[in-house]
Structure formats: C-alpha cells, structure tokens
C-alpha cells in the first residue's frame, strides 16, 4: 500500500497499465484520474478514493440507525439520513406479524437497527434479519458527522469497545452518524456520549485510542 | 499616452485571491473565494431528494443554483432579494459548473448551491463559480474536474486580466467591455460571456490570457482544498 495523499476531483492519482480504478476513480486513457474529494488508496493495483466530507451514500452491508417515516401496507418506509429513503419490507422481519396490525411492531417515529441488503434504482431495502438488528427501545442516539463513523469504530473496533467497557453500555454505531447508546444508568450514558463526541472532535490526532483512555481516567 | 490600471496592477496580473473550505458549518459542503474587495461564500446541500416529486428526474440529478447579491455588499444599498440580474447569473453560473459535474450519479436527486455575495468589486460570478466549485468538492460530489473563472476586461484597446470595478465601467475609446470566462483544470472552456465590443482577433487574445490566469486560479483552489485537511 503507498502513502495516502489528498486528492481533488481531475488530479492524476497515478498513471500506468498495471493500476485498476476503484471507488472515486476513473481511467482515462492510461491515468488513473480522482472524481471525489478525499484521500487516494492504492491496495494491490486498485486504486480508490475515500471521501473525507459530505453527505452519507449507503453501501450495501451497512448497519444503519433510522427513523420510521411511513407505515405501509407491506413495509416501513425509513429515513436514514440518505438522499433516498430506505424501505424495510414485512418479509424481511424474522417473526410472525398480523397484516393488519403493522403499526403495532413499528409506528412512525420509532427508531430501528437495520443493515443495507440491496440497493437499486427504485431504493434502498433493508432487513432486520438479525439478532442485532431490530426496533430501538431504549436509551439514546446521537447523531455525528458520517464521515467520522469509520474513527469512533476504530481499527478492528478498537475505539467502540474501550467505549463499551469503560462504560458499560452497549453501543450500536450506524455508518450514517447515528450511534445508538444503551446502559443501565443515565450517567454511564452521558460518559459513553462524551467520549464519542471526544473522538469526533479529536479525529485527526494520531494515536487516539490511547488519548481516549487517559481521557476517561481523568474523567472518572 | 499608455493606459495604465487604477490599482496599479499588470495588465495581466490578477488582484490578491484568498480561499478557504469550510467555512458554513451546517452545509453539506462550503468554500469561500475572494478576488482583492469581491467575496462570494458558496455552500452546498445535498444531494438530497428533488421536492416537489414532479421535477424530478430519473435520468439523472438536478444542480440549482442560487446567486445573491447581499444588500450590503455595493456601496448603494441593493433591494435584497432575487432580480432579472441574480436569476440570469445563477443559470449562467449552472452552465458554467454542469459540463464537469457527473451528477447523473444522482437520479431523483438535487444538488443546491447558494452563492452569496458579500463584498462586490466586480467579478462577482467568477469568484462565485469559483467558490461553488471548490464547494461542490467538499461536500463530496462526483465531478471529472474543477473549474476556474476569470474576468478579461478591456482598457481602450489593451485587455486586462481580474477587472476591477472601475476598469469595468471604463467607457473611453472603445467603451468598457467586460468578458468572464471559465476554464476546466485541464484547459476546457465552459462559459464564456461578453458585455461590450470586441474584434475578433482580441478575442482570442482574450481567451488566450485568461486561461493563464484560470491555471493561476487553479492553482489556489488545489491548495485550498489540500489545506483544508490537516
């Protein structure tokens, strides 16, 4: 893997035959040109560009946090922060429910766990289909700028479980900036709400999982 | 007797540009660009989904653009609000930007741009394309390149490069003539206007220096966007 450097959109990433374009990239002639803002990759030939600001795209795999926004007579339509909304089909539920009583599993405004299984033109579709995944209850979501998700996880989620065990909640991060945060005790939440604002503030400093655990230690 | 400029100036020196991303923290995307006294603020939203339902277009993403001038911003206060001029400099603006976004990548879905006028000393579309792009770049927005403008003006008979306000208005001899043009990164031009009489020969000549200056442009823009990130 070479150095990541910061490309703007028609820069000259790297030219040759043996590099392949990648997301955010483009092949021209025999240039491979960035089409995104970000920082540029190259991992075994492939060469990609990872966004560094700017609204949320749904991929396909992704563990979202959304709100309910319509109940229909198949499904829920949801927002989750995208530019489309996403649907939950009824057929993607793991349990039985009454056709007629859609609005007693799930009303409008209520808050749902949900991974990306598809997306097409007509939208995106979720499922639920998951022990993980399914209808928020309790505690509270926080909302941060997407493209800090891939920080406050951490490397191999490093950074969410030191979260998870110095406070003792349990933390559920969407890759649209939504982080769903559940303890037993209200102060625990509002540490485990600190610290994730903590990171996003402190994102570009090396070596942050350290800082983190001497900032809890002062903390507590 | 030589024509000389107001503010001491080359004929193809351009004033003192400034840029800066980031600088509205709610947008999706927001650049700042200055030409010495003119300065444009772009922020960007979205791609979010087209209201109402009926413009939407399945083919492909929609870019608006909004130009405003603020009230404050000339010394004679203007009626705020938009005006025959804002809505013909926002579609040329539109024109200016659209050859470079790919923003068929955003079926059903609109992009925004509002570029506001802070400071008006001429040039106040160039700075405000210029400031849009670099936004557009920073919320993210596919595009296969970035654009730069500038505005060639003409002294008499001698093309200047960046006019001012008064070079703009200078209406002796030949009589003032004003020619914003926008060039892509790698040298493809998308807008070109013309305000005023010019042959054909200078033309070109015109065409010719402000694609030096767009690559000059370009050059701040880079470096704004590469700064933004520390």
């Known amino acids: 893997m070479t ?10 990433i790297v030219s040759g035959d043996k590099y392949l374009p990648g997301e955010g990239t483009e092949k021209k002639d025999n240039d491979i040109i960035a089409i995104i803002y970000g920082l540029s990759e190259e991992t075994r030939g492939l060469v990609k560009v990872i966004p560094l600001s700017g609204v949320y795209h749904p991929r396909r795999g992704n563990v979202v946090i959304g709100k309910v926004e319509n109940v229909t007579f198949n499904g829920w339509v949801i927002d989750i922060t995208a530019p489309n909304n996403a649907f939950l089909s009824l057929t993607e539920v793991p349990r039985y429910i009454n056709k007629d009583g859609l609005e007693e599993v799930m009303d409008i405004g209520d808050m749902v766990v949900a991974k990306i299984w598809n997306i097409n033109k007509r939208g995106i579709d979720l499922s639920i289909k998951s022990r993980d995944f399914g209808k928020i209850e309790e ?9 800090k998700v891939p920080r406050v996880i951490g490397k191999e989620g490093s950074m969410v479980n030191l979260i998870k065990n110095e406070t003792g909640c349990n933390i559920t991060v969407g890759q649209n900036g939504l982080i769903w945060i559940s303890g037993d005790k209200i102060e625990n939440e509002l540490l485990a709400k600190k610290a994730v604002i903590f990171v996003t503030e402190k994102s570009f400093i090396e070596g942050l999982t350290d800082k983190l655990k001497e900032w809890f230690d002062k903390e507590k | 007797m030589a024509i000389k400029r107001t503010d001491g100036r080359k004929f193809d020196e351009l004033r003192k540009m400034y840029a800066k991303v980031g600088v509205v923290p709610n947008a999706d995307g927001s650049a700042m660009f200055s030409f010495g006294d003119t300065i444009a603020i772009a922020a960007v939203y979205g791609p979010k989904k087209m209201h109402p339902q009926h413009m939407q277009d399945p083919e492909k993403g929609t870019l608006r653009f909004t130009y405003n001038m ?12 938009p ?5 013909e400099i926002s579609k040329v603006s539109e024109w200016a930007i659209d050859p470079v976004l790919m923003i068929d990548k955003f079926p059903n879905n609109v992009v925004d741009v509002h570029v506001n006028i802070l400071q008006a000393n001429a040039s106040t579309r160039c700075a405000g394309i210029n400031a849009a792009v670099l936004a557009l770049a920073h919320a993210g927005i596919t595009m296969k390149n970035i654009v730069s403008s500038v505005s060639i003006g003409k002294l008499d008979k001698e093309l200047v490069v960046d006019v001012s306000k008064e070079e703009e208005d200078y209406s002796e001899g030949e009589g003032a003539t004003d020619i914003p043009i926008t060039f892509t990164g790698d040298g493809k031009l998308t807008h070109i206007q013309l305000d005023g009489k010019i042959t054909t020969e200078q033309l070109k000549e015109a065409v010719k220096l402000a694609k030096k200056a767009c690559e000059e442009i370009y050059e701040v823009q880079k470096k704004a966007l590469k700064e933004s990130i520390k």
């Open chain 1, 3 to 12: 150095e990541r450097k910061i490309v703007i959109p028609g820069e000259i």
């Open chain 2, 83 to 87: 005006s025959r001029r804002s809505q």
């Open chain 2, 70 to 81: 603020l009230s404050f911003s000339v010394t004679d206060r203007i009626r705020p609000g």
């Open chain 1, 139 to 147: 505690g509270m979501i926080i909302k941060i700028n997407p493209n």
